[in-house]
């Protein structure tokens, strides 16, 4: 599994457009073959630091992911905004353990 977690900041005029933007990735590539997890959150002591957190079954998953036209849009829109990229980081993930407490 590949494991990807990035925090960012985005400007104020910007963020309105993100979320949406964020919120159309998130739909389309949770379909996607692989997709194991596919979020966006915001910082709750600061609305404009946001962290993006996507769980993939493999890289080939992921490259085909990396590939498809709604993520070259993504990319895109990504580009026209003030980003400040803080960490992207990739895990390789070789056994996981869930644990729901009630």
């Avoid at 993100?18 to 910082?43: H, N, P, V």
């Avoid at 493999?58 to 803080?86: C, G, I, K, N």
Wanted: hydrophobic share 40%; charged share 25%.
């Amino acid at each position: 599994m590949i494991v990807i977690h990035c925090r960012f900041t985005l400007a104020a005029a910007d963020r309105e457009q993100w979320i949406e933007s964020a919120q159309r990735m998130a739909e389309i590539s949770r379909t996607e073959a692989g997709c194991l997890e596919y979020a966006f959150s915001a910082d709750v002591s600061d609305p404009l630091t946001m962290y993006s957190y996507q769980e993939w079954e493999s890289q080939e998953t992921l490259d085909a992911h990396e590939q498809a036209p709604h993520h070259a849009r993504r990319m895109a829109e990504l580009a026209a905004w003030d980003v400040d990229y803080q960490k992207i980081a990739f895990y390789g993930v070789a056994w996981q353990r869930n644990q729901v407490r009630a």
